[in-house]
């Protein structure tokens, strides 16, 4: 098959991860349409093929070459155990993109104190693999259970613990539950098929589209300030501009003016403007970015 003819089928991840994996594609550049009631999300991009697939089982198919990369929580890899290639880490500050964690938890009057205080005892969880291991680490055995939803409410009288995901914790307290420990934490991955990397055509469309992810998730938490300074306060306003790399200073017209343009977190701007103004920086300008390639 020609290249000009050649595709690279991505797994996108349905559930809790595809409205902000929609918006990461949007701001990456790609035009990523997932129509309703279909399982074949439309991009502008000819080479690419997408499939919606559940995010738990999105490393099995990208293990079997069904698909050649997709995007899926590091804990269901884990838990699949599947044979994959880690692209990079994803996690961005967007809902479901940051760090979560899965939790043993128990009612708040349990006895339950101490990983070692699971001996003998019924626990639930979505992720058997993964508390198996979790309970040989700690040389303790027990009843694992698959939960197939609604887990938190199942203490104390199905099962004497449970092994959750959560990103607060608000939900287990809003069940009167208790953490007594943290099995793992888990970020958005992209990963990819073993075979697909060694493919020269597959592993050049694979760098490139994580080239454009990783640049807007650079972006995510940053903007750009553009303002113009009085030559004699240059030092004066550079002192107070963190920067991303070095600002970039340029003269106006009026050689008594410089223009500066610099990247900054977006947090620190409330503080940073403020500062800026009174160190002498003019038409100052804050604009927003997509994409940050470094």
């Known amino acids: ?68 990369l997709g995007i899926t929580g590091l804990d269901w890899t884990l838990e699949c155990k599947a044979k994959v290639k880690e692209l990079a880490d994803l996690r961005a500050a967007w809902p479901n993109y940051g760090p979560v964690r899965w939790v043993v938890a128990v ?46 409410v199942k203490p104390p009288v199905l099962a004497d613990a449970i092994i959750d995901v959560t990103e607060t914790g608000s939900s287990l307290r809003a069940n009167n539950l208790r953490i007594i420990d943290t099995v793992m934490e888990s970020t958005p991955r992209l990963i990819a098929n073993r075979e697909s990397v060694k493919d020269r055509w597959k592993q050049g469309k694979m760098e490139r589209l994580l080239m454009m992810l990783k640049g807007a998730i650079e972006a995510i938490e940053r903007v750009g300030l553009m303002m113009n300074v009085p030559k004699a306060k240059l030092d004066r306003v550079l002192k107070v501009l963190p920067a991303l790399g070095t600002p970039t200073i340029s003269t106006l017209a009026d050689e008594n003016w410089m223009a500066i343009n610099t990247i900054v977190r977006e947090c620190m701007v409330t503080e940073l403007v403020p500062k800026l103004s009174s160190a002498g920086a003019k038409a100052i300008v804050e604009y927003p970015l997509n994409k940050i390639i470094e």
């Not at 701001?27 to 559940?54: F, K, M, N, T, V």
């Not at 009612?107 to 993964?130: C, F, H, M, W, Y």
């Open 1 to 68: 098959m020609s290249p000009a003819k050649r595709k690279l089928r991505l797994g996108l991840p349905q559930g809790s991860l595809q409205a902000t994996t929609q918006r990461l594609f949007a701001q990456a550049g790609y035009q990523l349409r997932i129509p309703e009631r279909s399982y074949y999300p439309d991009i502008d991009d000819p080479e690419i093929e997408c499939l919606l697939i559940r995010a738990q089982e999105m490393a099995r198919y990208v293990e079997q070459g069904v698909l050649d």
């Open 107 to 152: 009612k708040q009057n349990s006895k339950i104190r101490t990983p070692k205080d699971l001996q003998g005892k019924r626990i639930a969880t979505e992720v058997v693999n993964l508390t198996r291991r979790y309970l040989k680490q700690h040389k303790v055995t027990a009843h694992v259970e698959f939960s197939w939803g609604a887990t938190e």
